[in-house]
Antibody, heavy 126, light 109 residues
């Protein structure tokens, strides 16, 4: 079945690094844009980063720009998030999600994020 | 930067009642880019609606969406026990690419 499974979360000290992975199965990973979204404890959803199916289009939230790097390996059906210079306010559950959007010739078409992983917890604390 | 505001923060209703959730954008947006998600406790979010009024695959027809410009509404016609959850609206935009509203919690009265 269609599935996303995140891994790589854990406890890290401020200033440290972590690399999150998201393994996709049950669909043609290389056809889809993908996003990372996070949720701090007891808080709402915050979009983090987005990558097109080929990897040629990448965006970041201002809160992580310059510290986080999104990437993908379509041969391995995997999405990654390299997180550097971690801060306490990066503490959250991190979800990867399949994005049904895509760029057409004249405009962007968006149909929502229809598949989500179960999340991986990142805790930044000394 | 477009800001999404959701109201009310919490909606206390009984099973069988109608729920009306509001999402307001700080400036006019295209309804094409407005989505709604449901998040049950300790679960990942679930896509409910896209394009403001289109139900995602497998979403029952008691869920409906409407709106345009700055004001959007998610309506649950008759609440079932599984519908008590937090609901987020989301916008695809230019900067940031995606924005989520703060959420509306629908809890049991």
């Amino acid at each position: 079945q269609v599935q996303l499974v995140e891994s790589g979360g854990g406890l890290v000290k401020p200033g440290g690094s972590l690399r999150l992975s998201c393994a996709a199965s049950g669909f043609t990973f290389s056809d889809y844009y993908m996003s990372w979204i996070r949720q701090a404890p007891g808080k709402g959803l915050e979009w983090v980063s987005y990558i097109s199916n080929s990897g040629s289009i990448i965006y970041y939230a201002d809160s992580v720009k310059g510290r986080f790097t999104i990437s993908r390996d379509n041969a391995k059906n995997s999405l990654y998030l390299q997180m550097n210079s971690l801060r306490a306010d990066d503490t959250a559950v991190y979800y990867c999600a399949r994005d049904l959007g895509f760029w057409g010739i004249l405009q962007y078409y968006y149909y929502g994020m229809d598949v989500w992983g179960q999340g991986t917890t990142v805790t930044v604390s000394s | 930067e477009i800001v999404l505001t959701q109201s009310p923060g919490t909606l206390s209703l009984s099973p069988g009642e109608r729920a009306t959730l509001s999402c307001r954008a700080s400036q006019s947006v295209s309804s094409t880019y407005l989505a709604w998600y449901q998040q049950r406790p300790d679960q990942a979010p679930r896509l409910l609606m896209y394009g403001a009024s289109n139900r995602a695959t497998g979403i029952p027809d008691r869920f409906s969406g409407s709106g345009s410009g700055t004001d959007f509404t998610l309506t649950i016609s008759r609440l079932e026990p599984a519908d008590f959850a937090v609901y987020y609206c989301q916008l695809y935009g230019s900067s940031p690419i995606f924005t989520f509203g703060p959420g509306t919690k629908v809890d049991i009265k």
